[in-house]
């Protein structure tokens, strides 16, 4: 079946550092591809997302690239804040738009000042 | 955008009763539901997908008899946990897809549910 690996957790970087979580994802067909951010006790924020191969999504400031040949969508900033703190998710959906996500298992990030 | 609300946010009840939670799509109609469950510090686990009208579909191994899911209009669904036992405190998060590509998966804020 589908699945979605993560890099593993937790992560903590300095204020203003680079940031790379990777994503890989096994799944028939041409899947689409989502990230989603969680705050301390709270849902899930859809953070960006890409429906197609090569689609670049992007949203404050991240961004992640869909890469069919290498099965990847792995999530970058070039500058992190304090406030992006949170848990990130991976996740992937079939093509019909009412597909159940398939979730990666998550990846917190911390960002000290 | 699409907007979900799910309440009530926390809950405290005692073990043998039953709580219900509710997700409500504010601005769209949904026509498919997802509840999830999440434990400390782990991943979303999918439990069940309900289609307005019909009956839910749960994932293997989870108890259709004990996590009830009604989702009666295109703009409420709800999920019962039946004689809930303190093994059943997680964080449950519901997730609504409307109908055309406008509106993608939108999640409500999550209920934490605690049975003492």
């Known amino acids: 079946g589908d699945s979605v690996t993560q890099m593993e957790g937790p992560v903590t970087l300095s204020e203003e550092a680079f940031l790379t979580i990777n994503c890989t994802y096994t799944a028939t067909g041409y899947p689409s591809l989502f990230w989603y951010v969680q705050y301390p006790g709270e849902g899930l924020q859809l953070l960006l997302k890409a429906t197609k191969a090569d689609d670049k999504g992007s949203n404050k400031g991240f961004e992640a690239t869909y890469r069919k040949e290498t099965t990847s969508f792995h999530l970058e900033k070039g500058s992190v804040q304090v406030s992006d703190s949170a848990v990130y998710f991976c996740a992937l959906s079939g093509r019909g738009g009412s597909e159940k996500l398939v979730f990666g298992k998550g990846t917190k990030l911390t960002v000290n000042p | 955008g699409a907007v979900v609300s799910q309440h009530p946010s926390r809950v405290i009840c005692k073990s043998g009763t039953s709580v219900k939670i509710e997700c409500r799509s504010l601005d769209f109609q949904a026509t498919t539901m997802f509840w999830y469950r999440q434990f400390p510090k782990q991943s979303l686990m999918l439990m069940a997908t309900s289609n307005e009208g019909s009956k839910a579909t749960y994932e293997q191994g989870v108890e259709k008899d004990k996590f009830l899911i009604n989702h009666a209009s295109l703009t409420l669904s709800t999920l019962t946990v039946t004689s809930a036992h303190p093994e059943d405190s997680s964080f449950y998060i519901c997730?609504?897809?409307?109908?055309?590509?406008?509106?993608?998966?939108?999640f409500g804020s999550g209920t934490r549910l605690t049975v003492v």
């Open positions: 997730s609504a897809v409307g109908t055309g590509k406008r509106y993608g998966y939108t």
